[in-house]
């Protein structure tokens, strides 16, 4: 998905009133940048000591302050955040206070989306450790925020390990079964994400993701059918995994790949015959398969 997209998606999990954004000011700052019509406190030496402060404090007000300072800058900022204020957000999301952990986890999205975060400067300042605990959190918001950090994150195999290493794969696969649409598509974006690493997809497999995967795929969110065919597929690049796959839920995966086939949406219906295509990795193994599962059609 593009930036533009997720923000969009984002969007649709908020709570926080944005009228809060133009009210917001504090005195521990002078606003001198003019960014779109706004005033924008700089990012310098005083008002990252006065960050800090508010971020370190035990008063739930003035954490939500600096959570806020963030939340409002992510909308309008045009160059890369400083690497000390991610410091701070390692306070901001351990907080216990559920309006600034969802505050903090949606401005870290948003900078992680428009590219003012270097995601390896995440894992790096050890702020994987929060962010995998709000995965635990009981309120929709931070699941999807959390899910959605996860999911940008996992685009390059260091990340992917640390991810999985670090305990986020059981969590996003029992967010993968949420009630809650937005939880349930980033969730299983992330997992996706995270299949493209060879060594996760072992770890996932460990984890009984097959049989996750699998069902999702009669999910009715096309969203959540196409990322779970998508990571299927990379699992099925590994022609070991076969067997244990066709074999989930009495052969239940050939069945409703092949009725994917005939999805309404496009990526859906390419995604299961770029499954079913990995699947099937030589002419000795297609007719050992129609001999097997006499309801399978040439594809």
């Known amino acids: 998905m593009k930036t533009k997209h997720h923000v969009e998606k984002l969007g649709e999990c908020e709570f926080v009133p944005l009228n809060l954004f133009a009210s917001f000011s504090h005195p521990f700052v002078s606003p001198t940048i003019q960014v779109q019509g706004f005033e924008i406190p700089p990012l310098g030496e005083v008002s990252l000591s006065a960050l800090k402060t508010l971020a370190f404090s035990e008063n739930s007000n003035l954490q939500q302050s600096a959570s806020l300072f963030y939340l409002h800058i992510s909308q309008y900022l045009n160059i890369q955040l400083p690497t000390e204020h991610l410091e701070i957000y390692y306070a901001l999301l351990k907080t216990s206070d559920l309006d600034v952990q969802r505050i903090s986890s949606l401005s870290l999205v948003t900078f992680l989306l428009k590219g003012n975060v270097p995601k390896e400067h995440v894992i790096q300042l050890d702020l994987l450790e929060p962010i995998l605990?709000?995965?635990?959190?009981?309120?929709p918001m931070v699941q999807c925020n959390s899910c959605a950090c996860i999911m940008i994150l996992a685009v390059s195999d260091t990340n992917r390990e640390a991810i999985a290493s670090a305990g986020g794969v059981v969590p996003l696969l029992t967010l993968s079964k949420s009630y809650d649409p937005r939880v349930q598509q980033y969730a299983v974006g992330a997992i996706f994400n995270l299949t493209q690493s060879e060594w996760?997809?072992?770890?996932?497999?460990?984890?009984?993701?097959?049989?996750?995967?699998?069902?999702?795929?009669?999910?009715?969110?096309?969203?959540?059918q196409?990322?779970?065919?998508?990571?299927?597929?990379?699992?099925?690049?590994?022609?070991?995994?076969?067997?244990?796959?066709l074999q989930t839920g009495d052969r239940f995966l050939l069945r409703i790949l092949l009725s994917l086939l005939s999805s309404s949406v496009d990526k859906v219906s390419n995604q299961a015959c770029v499954c079913l295509r990995n699947l099937v990795t030589s002419v000795k193994q297609v007719v050992k398969m129609r001999l097997k599962y006499s309801f399978l059609p040439t594809i």
């Open 200 to 224: 996760v997809q072992q770890f996932l497999c460990r984890q009984g993701a097959i049989p996750v995967l699998t069902l999702l795929l009669e999910s009715s969110d096309s969203e959540v």
């Open 133 to 139: 605990e709000l995965l635990e959190s009981n309120d």
């Open 226 to 245: 196409y990322y779970s065919c998508a990571a299927l597929s990379n699992m099925a690049t590994n022609s070991q995994r076969h067997e244990v796959m």
